[in-house]
T-cell receptor
Framework: GEDVEQSLFLSVREGDSSVINCTYT??????LYWYKQEPGAGLQLLTY?????DMKQDQRLTVLLNKKDKHLSLRIADTQTGDSAIYFC?????????????FGAGTRLAVHP | DTGVSQDPRHKITKRGQNVTFRCDPI?????LYWYRQTLGQGPEFLTY????????KSRLLSDRFSAERPKGSFSTLEIQRTEQGDSAMYLC???????????????FGPGTRLTVL
């Protein structure tokens, strides 16, 4: 079945690293995504990883993929107050014809001084 | 900024009324998607178009919902006889054809927040 799970809340101190975790169920998913949503706004595509990779780095963002455990994580280095937002993990499974994205419920990241 | 645009950004309506939302995708993106997001949840897929053809509809899309993309550019989503349960953020996304297959990236608009009283 299609299901993406994330922890609901994460609080970090400014300057520390944040790690947001996600588990998904469909091993056929070709791509896995991280989106950011600020209050009242749409979703901003942060990064995505192809399923045959185990790591992708993009500036302060590092994505780790454990395909065996169907576990995806997003690490944000040197977290800033502007990183406060909801972060959504999404998969793109074959059951959706590789067209639609299946999203988790989102992890709310709070960055405090 | 030539991102995905949606209009209106907010809509308040009374139960039973019809509403229509518009989405303008990024230029030359030939795939366009509609998602619905309720409070505290991630977006849920509703439907998508490739050019003017509507290729898939979710079971979430009841017969009160209709979407069109007549010229393969902008799209409209209409909800007839709105119900309180239709209150949500309606998000549009578009996707470019990067290779022969796979539209890897979906870029989202700011959404239309619908409140049904």
């Amino acid at each position: 079945g299609e299901d993406v799970e994330q922890s609901l809340f994460l609080s970090v101190r400014e300057g520390d690293s944040s790690v947001i975790n996600c588990t998904y169920t469909d091993s056929s998913s070709t791509y896995l995504y991280w989106y950011k949503q600020e209050p009242g706004a749409g979703l901003q595509l942060l990064t995505y990883i192809f399923s045959n990779m185990d790591m992708k780095q993009d500036q302060r963002l590092t994505v780790l993929l454990n395909k065996k455990d169907k576990h995806l994580s997003l690490r944000i280095a040197d977290t800033q107050t502007g990183d406060s937002a909801i972060y959504f993990c999404a998969e793109k499974p074959i059951s959706g014809g590789y067209n639609k994205l299946i999203f988790g419920a989102g992890t709310r990241l709070a960055v405090h001084p | 900024d030539t991102g995905v645009s949606q209009d209106p950004r907010h809509k308040i309506t009374k139960r039973g009324q019809n509403v229509t939302f518009r989405c303008d995708p990024i230029s030359e993106h030939n795939r366009l998607y509609w998602y619905r997001q309720t409070l505290g949840q991630g977006p849920e897929f509703l439907t998508y178009f490739q050019n003017e053809a509507q290729l898939e509809k979710s079971r979430l899309l009841s017969d009160r919902f209709s979407a069109e993309r007549p010229k393969g550019s902008f799209s409209t989503l209409e909800i007839q006889r709105t119900e309180q349960g239709d209150s949500a953020m309606y998000l549009c996304a578009s996707s470019p054809r990067v290779r022969d297959r796979d539209y890897n990236e979906q870029f989202f608009g700011p959404g239309t927040r619908l409140t049904v009283l």
